[in-house]
């Protein structure tokens, strides 16, 4: 068999984002929207090492950022529906055979946040607050996302923002930034299950594992979410987290420090990170129904 050259991987990449293009464009209702939205989407997969409304204005062939502007500000078009494409899209292109990155090959649903650093008062959400994509507390808006990921690769396929109570309690705030007044407070707990409730009928059945950190993995309720949506996950929790209520175990640490041999743990790597690649310890316990009987032969 002839080896694919580069030049045609990059004329069928070409041919598929052209395919792409079509598809997405009657989302935009208007011929100059659909014309920036391709614009903007060349853009953003460009080598223009800045992607801001100016940079992706000139690579558009515009000479000011007004266009791109407008189609992100005030132009009408349905969010939700390009939010709804690109779940599809992203969950069929990455159909791996059924073969996923999970436990039994299954397909990771991954849930996490990230910030994004924003000054002033105006921008939706924006306030002081920690972020660990910022490495502490700042002036930033964050984003609860969620990610497919399976053994050919992982994309985001879905977002919401995270308001703050100042802004949720304030409504003419709210008003002057378009939040409707239906937005209510809710914890990013909260916000992941929304997503995870909107993304389930897109995902195949009984292939989906969960994971997420802290945040999520201490809130009992985002756990029984789960349970109840019969999803098997994989969450952080804290050191005092109650594993059973029983001398000695009662704890997740005292669990590890009474039972863990040294030996018992397997280093396993947990992909790159920003400074270097990174590992983590396993210890795996399957720990017995709370409600079991205790002592000699339970």
Same mark, same amino acid.
């Given at each position: 068999?002839?080896?694919?050259?580069?030049?045609?991987?990059?004329?069928?990449?070409?041919?598929?984002?052209?395919?792409?293009?079509?598809?997405?464009?009657?989302?935009?209702?208007?011929?100059?929207?659909?014309? &920036? =939205?391709?614009?903007?989407?060349?853009?953003?997969?460009?080598? /223009? #090492?800045?992607?801001?409304?100016?940079? +992706? %204005? $000139?690579?558009?062939?515009?000479?000011?950022?007004?266009?791109?502007?407008?189609?992100?500000?005030?132009?009408?078009?349905?969010?939700?529906?390009?939010?709804?494409?690109?779940?599809?899209?992203?969950?069929?292109?990455?159909?791996?055979?059924?073969?996923?990155?999970?436990?039994?090959?299954?397909?990771?649903?991954?849930?996490?946040?990230?910030?994004?650093?924003?000054?002033?008062?105006?921008?939706?959400?924006?306030?002081?607050?920690?972020?660990?994509?910022?490495?502490?507390?700042?002036?930033?808006?964050?984003?609860?996302?969620?990610?497919?990921?399976?053994?050919?690769?992982?994309?985001?396929?879905?977002?919401?923002?995270?308001?703050?109570?100042?802004?949720?309690?304030? &409504? =003419?705030?709210?008003?002057?930034?378009?939040?409707?007044?239906? /937005? #209510?407070?809710?914890?990013?707990?909260? +916000? %992941? $299950?929304?997503?995870?409730?909107?993304?389930?009928?897109?995902?195949?059945?009984?292939?989906?594992?969960?994971?997420?950190?802290?945040?999520?993995?201490?809130?009992?309720?985002?756990?029984?979410?789960?349970?109840?949506?019969?999803?098997?996950?994989?969450?952080?929790?804290?050191?005092?987290?109650?594993?059973?209520?029983?001398?000695?175990?009662?704890?997740?640490?005292?669990?590890?420090?009474?039972?863990?041999?040294?030996?018992?743990?397997?280093?396993?790597?947990?992909?790159?990170?920003?400074?270097?690649?990174?590992?983590?310890?396993?210890?795996?316990?399957?720990?017995?129904?709370?409600?079991?009987?205790?002592?000699?032969?339970?």
């Amino acid at each position: 068999m002839p080896e694919t050259t580069d030049r045609e991987r990059a004329e069928e990449f070409s041919d598929q984002l052209e395919n792409l293009l079509v598809e997405v464009g009657g989302i935009f209702p208007r011929a100059d929207l659909r014309l &920036r =939205a391709a614009r903007c989407i060349r853009g953003l997969l460009s080598p /223009v #090492s800045r992607k801001n409304g100016w940079q +992706l %204005a $000139e690579y558009g062939g515009d000479a000011e950022p007004w266009g791109q502007q407008h189609l992100l500000d005030r132009s009408v078009w349905d969010v939700d529906a390009l939010r709804d494409f690109t779940r599809r899209y992203v969950i069929d292109g990455l159909d791996h055979g059924g073969r996923g990155a999970g436990p039994g090959e299954a397909g990771v649903l991954v849930v996490d946040e990230t910030g994004f650093a924003k000054k002033g008062r105006a921008s939706v959400g924006v306030a002081r607050q920690y972020s660990g994509t910022l490495g502490g507390v700042f002036p930033c808006q964050i984003g609860v996302m969620a990610a497919w990921a399976t053994g050919g690769g992982q994309a985001l396929i879905d977002r919401e923002i995270y308001q703050p109570r100042e802004w949720t309690e304030d &409504r =003419a705030r709210c008003r002057a930034a378009h939040v409707p007044d239906t /937005v #209510s407070f809710a914890t990013k707990p909260r +916000l %992941a $299950e929304q997503m995870i409730a909107r993304t389930l009928p897109n995902l195949p059945e009984d292939r989906v594992w969960v994971a997420a950190d802290e945040v999520y993995g201490r809130d009992g309720a985002f756990r029984v979410f789960l349970e109840e949506h019969h999803l098997p996950y994989a969450v952080n929790v804290q050191a005092n987290h109650t594993v059973l209520p029983r001398p000695g175990r009662r704890h997740a640490a005292r669990l590890v420090e009474r039972h863990a041999a040294e030996d018992d743990w397997v280093t396993l790597p947990a992909g790159p990170s920003q400074l270097d690649s990174r590992v983590w310890q396993w210890w795996v316990r399957r720990i017995p129904d709370p409600e079991a009987e205790t002592g000699d032969g339970a």
